[in-house]
């Protein structure tokens, strides 16, 4: 059964870092390419990074880059989401899943996106 499962979420203070671990059971990352993406309250679903480890091909987000950096080691079955300079808008809750590739049309379509788990919670607040 594919399942991923998110970790590393905490409360920082603005400038902050922290880095999210998304471990994946029952599915190759050759196969799959890795979103990562957040929701704040009242707000929609948001891509902000993508990666596939079969490609190497990265995606960011306009309102995260050049602050955070994915990484895959498909010898862990493990991802990685590093996140620097953190801002209080960055605050939401953090999944990983499972999608097709990291096109436009897979960042932009949460249907498209498949196996996350419980999420881990990122808080930016002094």
């Known amino acids: 059964q594919a399942q991923l499962a998110e970790s590393g979420g905490d409360l920082v203070q603005p400038g902050g870092s922290l880095n999210l671990s998304c471990t994946a059971s029952?599915?190759?990352?050759?196969?799959?390419?890795i979103v990562w993406f957040r929701q704040a309250p009242g707000k929609e679903r948001e891509g902000v990074s993508c990666i596939s480890s079969r490609t190497g091909f990265t995606y960011y987000a306009d309102s995260v880059k050049g602050r955070f950096t994915i990484s895959s080691d498909k010898t862990k079955n493990t991802l990685h989401l590093q996140m620097n300079v953190l801002k209080p808008e960055d605050t939401a809750v953090y999944y990983c899943?499972?999608?097709?590739?990291?096109?436009?049309?897979?960042?932009?379509?949460?249907?498209?996106?498949?196996?996350w788990g419980q999420g881990t919670p990122v808080t930016v607040s002094s």
């Open positions: 899943a499972a999608a097709g590739g990291c096109s436009s049309y897979f960042i932009t379509r949460p249907r498209e996106w498949h196996y």
């Open positions: 029952g599915l190759s990352l050759d196969l799959y390419a």
